[in-house]
Structure formats: structure tokens, C-alpha cells
């Protein structure tokens, strides 16, 4: 198999390894012309052999891979394959599907997680589209995910969207975990009859009911830095992590430990410029004639 | 009638002046001599007419409330009345009934609302013990309520305990609002939209569903500093807060307002020294590689 | 001043009592013709004086309040003002402006809290659009407002879509505030030497820091049924709430408080349905043999 | 190694298994004479090897477990060994550890985490006390803990308490990793796009970020009824989380996901008879005329 991949970033080019890796030819475009095979998306088209040409697109989601789509629609022909594999919103895929559905391209969407660890370990696999074209892009999926059962690191989530909705519950989820053990370390850390915190995790990675592949993370992470002293207490969050709140609200869903390791993030980012904070603040100041600490 | 007063600080200080407008006799002790009408306990003690003297207790909890307690136990009779205003948990009245009640000397606790603005506008009065000792203290209660009907500034809650009981759920609930305004508030400062935040919360203060007297306080800290530019977001708690949801715990009551509104006090102390989003940044960091901010 | 009225269900009746009460005249329309004064939206444009015609629209938002808009694009001319004082989401604010605003046709928003009380006590106004349309309109919120100095009970909160912005932020706010007194309340119950639930709420009315009308109306429901007997634990949601959270997640506010209300809302519908509980339950069964209540 | 295992429940008897199956004698306690290797506490210590006595507890905390060490002090003798590897409170094994070190009899506390698995999986240990008690116990803890690297599955978390302590916050993690789980599976049930929620859970037990040992409970629970009908929402907690809470209020750690998963195993358990909720009804009802549902 030969296909298109667009996108050479940190995730795309561990991709393109893999797949070469595992037997599929990959002709690769990136902006950056230093990693690209080709010199544009015309050349990438042309480079794929005739038939059924499948590219996977794997930009920054929004504006970059809305452009990447309208320039596919533009290269590519009636009965050609795209699957977006970046993170982009669920609702981004209907609009991208009926853009290249005008002209007869098939479209699918993918939820890829597994990070840096991937290109070795494989990649957990969502996809959502239509069973004739998830059955063709099959030995791409088969190349990417893990070894072992297809069905542990591989789902066919629904039609078009479900893909990428499947990875946003699964980030939201694990935007909850990953607070879970923070909370569970700095209880750890605070208390003194405690002497080894990193022991303590590393102990629950066999045979413990929170035994992870998050908890093998944090062992790592503490392996390097027992304290965690290098590292500021600021968290940044991407899309999904909120897309998952927001779906949680116009479903009815309760969702009360996935939002708050979202607004645990939010907080983390404001420290004292927090303005609730100033607002209880100058509350408890009104009521009581507690002290402020002065900005 | 003419009671005693243990400790004149900011709210004993405030409540003497209010009792002695009403016509109550207070003499009142303090370990600062400066402002302390007798030289101690004993002298207070003697101060006091004969019969069922009234000795209200207003200093910080814990052990100086203990101390207080040990001391008017040698210095008071049967039949005297103890009664604690100050923020004592609910247990502590249990062990403080049990001390003076060894000597028959009567017990009762009082939680005391209303802060800095309770010397003119009255306190509101949450109170614990039994029926004969609350009817023999109603002169300094009626003196110390705001005007109006009784039971809307009045509670007789229970037996010993009950009164610092309902005042530490007071506390909570107060929390949870003081954080719901705050909320409010931020969302409203970071929407283009809103051209001025403080008439929005002054325009709040009559026919709404949200007016209140903590509102009121809101309009006045906007009114003094529009965008709270010189407040920091740090906020202090006092122990009810905890107690009421260690309360909830004990008790099976859902409590996610309230907790959320004690959790966000903490965090306002930590800043990016957060053990948890440590390790939550670390975390990420270990799957995605995304970037740490280095502290 | 003779003004408009197009919606005469419970709110806008009452509006239209107390704006004739202060003076100002009121046609009004209503599907339903029972209690409308004029048969179809072109009578009550006929209605009104020449000049700046005001119209305000009180019905539910959505759909209806869309139509309604339409209709007036129809009926009204230059120069008039539309005002929709209904639970409209600010975002549906700029296309009604956008759609009157091709004909000439002035637009605003207000946001109206009060409820049931409103007819009596007037309404909390909180509004958004130009600075002479709320100067020309003033009348009519003058006489919906409460009485007392008008910044108290009415605010300019910005250009079209602030008011009901504003409004939503309130509902968000008031969420929570049901919710921590709720949680108040349940501790209390659940608490033994707590003997007079109802008494200690009516206790708080006066002097405490955690006086409002909402506890007001908590004395009076407790009035009315001591242990909340013959009401069930369940709560609707209306749309505000909802919204407000979504803007926190799309402006990273920090809303640990309102969105805990809102879940707690949705729980409160589910019962022993929730899908998540019984996952949770699922996966005690699983690893601990825990037994599960069977369905 | 010939030791002494007191409680022949469920997870006694299956260490019980274990133990004998790696070579280690045992020797087994039970009130129950059906499953009891000897007659009583006393036959149990005469049954052992002359030398230092290892006595394994594993009975329900509370009060059995206090009298079960009460009747091990009268058994052993000075220079033996208790390992309390039951759901103790860390409080409890300070007590425990007076108590018996009155008579000179050594102490320590394991936490035990595997659940029915552990029989054959190996147990996570995590282990309070003295160095040097720890290293004549390690035969018994390697018996028990999962093959492989021994700082995997076994921890020495610190003095006397520091093993239940471990164990108390690995529960409280655990509750919310579910609490997490559970919110991802409702949303993606009441998502319409999304046509295999058995697929999508099953497919991120490899590569993904959130797979670990509680998903692929997950996975087995929706292999067995993939709708969860047969299950209610119903979730009992045991202690451990509580206190992890209690904790956290204690040591002021912020901790809004354990306590979110907590607070909805209550919820859980009330449905419409939520008392927070039928306040909640109240209020809406007494502002708005919202109606109530009727109990």
C-alpha cells in the first residue's frame, strides 16, 4: 500500500516511521520543505498510485487542517479517501466531509492517542466513517495501532464525527485521571508519616487497582524528580478536555471530576490574578475586616 | 442586668458597646490590660451581682477558649451560666459542658454572624443549650440580634453544641456564595461584551433572585476598587468551613458547592507551587512531551 | 407612554399590570386571544402612537421569540425598537438586531429577574444596546423596576446581547446560591442535635452574613412544609445555567460552584438510572465482588 | 516460613491459597469452625514455630479488628510480629501498635489492594513499620505480591500507619479513575454518532493514554451486558474514601475530583429523596412558580 500522509510535525513523522516501518510506502508533505517528500499537495496526489488514493492529514486542527482539506479537494478525485487524524472538533468533520463529499471524496475522521510513545507502542485508534472505507484504510490502521487483538487498540466508533467524538470522551477522561493521582500525590507529600511518595507509586504499578499506564508515567516522572521540583504547577489544556464539558451540558451528562480537572488547569494558570479569588477576597474583607494581601 | 465579657478584641469590643447601648451592665476582661475593665477573672467574678451570674466567652477557639473555660470552672459557682460566643466547634462545647457541669455551673454556645457591621446592625444569633438557660439569657441575645421579630435574627437550635453547630453550616453556606458571586463575577470581567461589571452587580441589588447582603458587600468592594486591582486572589479559611464537610463526609451528605468553595481557598495559597498540577504537568509531559513551565 | 407587549403568559401578564399600574399604556398581543387586547402583531403596531413605536416581546425564547422577530420586521417601521425581555440566549441578541436592523427597525435586549414576586416588588433589569435607545425606553424600565434609586435595580451592562448575557451570568449565580443553602439544609437534617431545622433558616434572615432573599423564600417553603416532605428531590434546569458554564469552559473561567449545581440538577432527574453510577457499580463488581443492586 | 493468618473470609482465604501455594506454611484462624484450621487464637500461637511469631490479621476494621489484636496480646509474646493487613484506619494502628508494644509484641500495617484478583494476580502491598520488622516479614510479602520486580507491587511506605495511609489514598484515587471512567461512558451513551460504546472502551486497552486495569474491568463489564440494564446506579462506598477526604480538608490539599466521586456514590443512594435537591425544588417553586414534583 502507498498513501499520502500531510503533516511532518513531532506526531506525523513518528507516524511516517511507523507505517514505512511496518511496510506501507508513505509519500509525506509538510510545509516545512527540509522534512517534506514532495513540494506541494499536487505533487503529493500525483506521487500516489492510481485507484483509490488515500491521504492522512495530520495538522494543528482548525484553520491549518481546514486549509489542508480545501487544497485536498483540489488534488484529489471522485472515490479518493481522506482521514483527518489531527484532533480536530467532531462538528469540523461534517463540514469537511461534505466539502469533499461535493466532489465525490471520501472522507473519515480518526482519534489517535498514545503521544510520543506511539511510534513505538502503537496508537489507540477511534475512527468514524463509512465500513467500506474503514475496511480499505484497514492495513493503515492495522499498521498503526498495537500489537495484538485489533479490537484492544482499535475502534470503528460510527459514522463520520465518531471518531474524533470517541477521542475527546477519552482525553476528558484522562484529563480526570491524570488529576486523580496529582491529588492523591499531594495528599502523599503532605503527610509526614509518609517517607518515600515515589516508592509508594512505583509499588502500585503490579497487582493494585490503580495500576495504569498514567501511574507507570508518574513513576517515571518522579523517577527523574522525586519532588517534582523543576516543574511549575501550570497546566495548559487543549480543545478537548472543554469540548467534553460542553458536550457533557447540551447532553444533560453530570460530569463533576472531568470538569474540575479542566478548571483545575484554568486555576493553575491565574495563581493569584485569580479573579474569584480577588472577589472572595474582598468579600471576606467587607464582611469580616479580614486582611487582603495586596496585589 | 450585668454579665461578664471575656475578651475585648475586635468583635468582643464591638459587642460590649452594643449591649451597653441596650442597657445590659457589661464588665469585661481581656488579657490586655488597656482595654480590660478588671485586673481578672476573679475580679470579674466578684464584679458580677449575686445570684445566677452570666459570663459570655469571646476569644479565639482552641486552647484559648479552653484556658477560659479551666479558669471561670474555679472562679464562677452553681448555677452560674457560661456562655461561649466565639467560633468553638461544636465538640469542644461537649467537653467544655462536661468541665463546668462537674462544678454545676451552666453551659451554653452561641454562634455569633454578622462581623464588623454586627455592632449596628445587630448579630445574627444561633444558640445551644437548655430551655431555662436561653429563657435567662434573652436580655443579652435581644440586646445583641438585630431589631426586628426574634426568630429572624434568633435561633434556639438545640441542646449544647447545636448552636456552633448551625453557625459552623452558616460558614459553609456562606463559602459556596461568597464563591458563586466570585464565579459570576470573573465570567462577567472576561466577556468583551460587558462594558461595566460593577453596575451589573449593583443593578442586582433590588427585585433579582441573587440580591443578598453579601451582594451588597460585593457593589461596596466595587465601588472602592472597580477591578479589584489591588487585591490579590489569596483567601484565608477559618476552620468551619472544613468542619462542614468533614461533617458531610461523616454524614453522607453530597456536599460539592461547599467543598469546591474550601478546595478553591487552597489552591489560592498554592499558586504554581500546586503539588497536584506538578504532577499533572508532569504527567503530560511524560506522554506528550509537552513543554513544563520550569519553576 | 403607550407601548407594545407581545407575550401576556404569567411574566407578561403581570408586566403589563404593573406597567399600567405606573401609568404607562399597554396594548398587548397573545396567541391566545382570550387575553389578548389586539387580534394579530399589525393591529398592535396600528395600535401604538406614531413615532419611536416601542414594542417589547415577552415569550419563551427559541423559536417563537425567532418568529416573533420576524413578524415585527413586518409590521414596524424606522426608527422603532423592538425590545426582547424574554430568556433569549445573548447570541440570538445580535441576529434579531442584525434581522430588525435591515428594515431601520432599533433592537435591544433586557434581562429580567424576579419571577412571581415581580408584579409586586418590580423586576431586576439588566439590559444591553444603545445609549438612546435605553435613554428613550427608560420610562418603561423605570416603572418595571423596583423601587428605590434606579442603579440599584436596573443596569446598562453593554451593546446588544449584555443584558441577556448579564441575565444568564445572574441564573448561573443563583444556581449555585439554591444549591449551597440546600446543602445547608441537608447537613442540618441529617444531624441530630440539630432539633429545629426550620427555626435555625428563620434565624438567618436577620444580621447573619448569609441573609438573602433566597433564604427568605427558604423560611417560607419550611413554613409551609417543615421536612420538605411532599416535594421530590427534582430539579429542572433551564437553559441559562447551562450557557453560563459553557462560556466559563469557552473563556477558561474557573466555575468549580455553578457547575456543580447544574450537575447536580441533572443527577437529580436520573435517579438510580445514572449511566455513570452504574458504571462505577459495574467496576466494584468487578474487581471486588462488591454485589450490585440489580435492576 | 510457618506464620499465622487470622480471618478466613474471602480475602483471607485467598492469601491463605496463595501463600501455601508459595511454600508458605499457614496456620488459619477463623470464628467460623468450618473454614478454621485450629480451635482458637490460643491454638493458633501454640501451632507456630518457637522463635519470632507472624501473626497476619485480615478481618473487617473496627471493632473486630481491636478485638482480635486485644486477644493476640494475650497469646503472643514479646519479640512476635502482627501485620494488620485489613481496611484499618491509620488512626486504628497506632493504637494497635501501643497496645500490643505494651507487651513488647512488634506491629505493622499492610495495605492490601487487588480485590478478587489478587489470588492469582499477586496482591499491591504497601507496608507500615520498623525496617527491620519489614524484612523478616518480606518472605510473606513476596508470597503475596505479583511477580516481577519487587518495587512494583510492594512498598514500605513509612512508620507504623504509613501502609494503611497509602492504601487509604490509592482508594481515594481509585474512586475517582471510576467516578471518570463512568462519565466518559454516559456521554458517549448519549451521543448518537457514537454506535459501539463497547467498541470504543475495548479499543483503548492498548496504546491509548487512558488504558489500564480498571478499563479492562470496564471492558469485561460491557462484554457481560453491554447496555449495563441489569445494574442499578447504585454505589456504596467503604470508608477509605471518606477519609482520604477528611484528609485532604485536614491537611488543606485540594482535592475536587476524590471528593466529586464520593460525593456521588451518596447521591447515588438517595435518588428523589434527596434532601439537597427537594430544597432546590422548594426554591424554584417559591420564586418562580416552577412546579415541584410531588413526592
Known sequence: ???GL????????NMRARLRNAGIEVTGYDANPAVSDVADLGALAAALPEGKKLVWVMVPHGKITDDVITDLAGV???????IDGGNSKWL????HAEQLGAKGIRYMDAGVSGGVWGKDN?????VGGAPEDVEFAMPVFDALRPEGPREEGFSHAGPVGAGHYAKMVHNGIEYA????????????EAKDIIKDVPAVFAGWQRGTVVRSWLLDLMVLALNEDPK??????YVEDSGEGRWTVEEAIEHAVPMPTISASIFARFVSRQGSASPTMKAVAALRNQFGGHAVKKA
Request: charged share 20%; no cysteine.
Open 177 to 188: 485521571i491524570m488529576q486523580a493521582y496529582g491529588e492523591g500525590y499531594e495528599l502523599l
Open 1 to 3: 500500500m502507498h498513501i
Open 6 to 13: 500531510v503533516g511532518l510535525g513531532r506526531m506525523g513523522n
Open 92 to 95: 469540523d468533520d461534517t463540514v
Open 76 to 82: 484529489l478525485s471522485e472515490g479518493d479517501l481522506v
Open 122 to 126: 502503537g496508537y489507540g485508534l477511534m
Open 228 to 233: 517534582l521540583d523543576a516543574i511549575e504547577g
